[in-house]
């Protein structure tokens, strides 16, 4: 089945270490998105891509950078993470189109920082 | 811009109880509706969309209307199961490839 695919399910860092989320998809969709999701709370954009044109929302802070070598992948990077930084992290993507029809997610990774 | 307010929750019912979880919106322009579906420790599935006024999403037995003139997309389920515990969340369109989400309704379901 085509699918949203992040690795890893939990991923555990120092405070302060980089660590890398990944994200795949067989859809073939053209956009894909991070977002962050804390305990009981809605999910909030961080960034994201249109093919290969990168936008980042106003408020993501600079600590989190993202990479798409190809359409298939995308990552995300915490440069410095912080215990505010432990959350659910999903990666989604949506298909090209004039609007945003659906956005199909994947199971989530989260992030502990100890 | 364009955002959701969700009904607050917990909500918790019995097998077999209906389910209504109401969602209002504000929105400039005529923005696409979507009840999205977290099972614990899981990603978000889309659970139902609408994309114009009076339209009807429906999907497992759960039903929404777009409701332009009550600015409403409200979640509703004449019978729910055990097996419908999660956390809904309400979502609608901003700009052109952007999601706001509420802030989500977390119901639990007892047999």
């Known amino acids: 089945d085509a699918m949203v695919i992040q690795n890893p399910r939990y991923q555990v860092t120092q405070f302060g270490k980089p660590v890398t989320l990944s994200c795949s998809q067989t859809?073939?969709?053209?956009?894909m998105y991070w977002y962050q999701q804390k305990s009981s709370q809605a999910p909030k954009l961080l960034f994201h891509?249109?093919?290969?044109?990168?936008?980042n929302e106003a408020d993501t802070p600079d600590n989190f950078q993202s990479r798409r070598p190809n359409t298939s992948f995308c990552f995300l990077d915490i440069r410095s993470p912080g215990l505010g930084d432990a959350a659910m992290y999903l990666c989604?993507?949506?298909?090209?189109?004039?609007?945003?029809?659906?956005?199909?997610f994947g199971q989530g990774t989260r992030l502990t920082v100890v | 811009g364009n955002s959701v307010t969700q009904m607050e929750g917990p909500v918790t019912l019995s097998e077999e109880a209906f389910l209504t979880i109401n969602c209002t919106y504000t929105?400039?322009?005529?923005?696409?509706l979507f009840w999205y579906v977290q099972y614990p420790g899981e990603g978000l599935q889309l659970l139902l969309k609408?994309?114009?006024?009076?339209d009807k999403g429906s999907n497992k037995g759960f039903e929404a209307t777009y409701r332009k003139e009550t600015t409403s997309f409200h979640l509703e389920k004449g019978s729910v199961q055990v097996s419908d515990s999660a956390v809904y969340f309400c979502?609608?369109?901003?700009?052109?490839?952007?999601?706001?989400f509420g802030a989500g309704t977390t119901v639990t379901v007892r047999a």
């Open positions: 929105a400039t322009g005529y923005p696409s």
């Open positions: 979502a609608l369109t901003r700009g052109v490839y952007k999601l706001s």
């Open positions: 891509y249109y093919d290969k044109d990168f936008n």
């Open positions: 609408a994309t114009k006024a009076d």
């Open positions: 859809l073939n969709h053209n956009v």
């Open positions: 989604a993507t949506s298909p090209k189109g004039g609007l945003v029809t659906e956005a199909f």
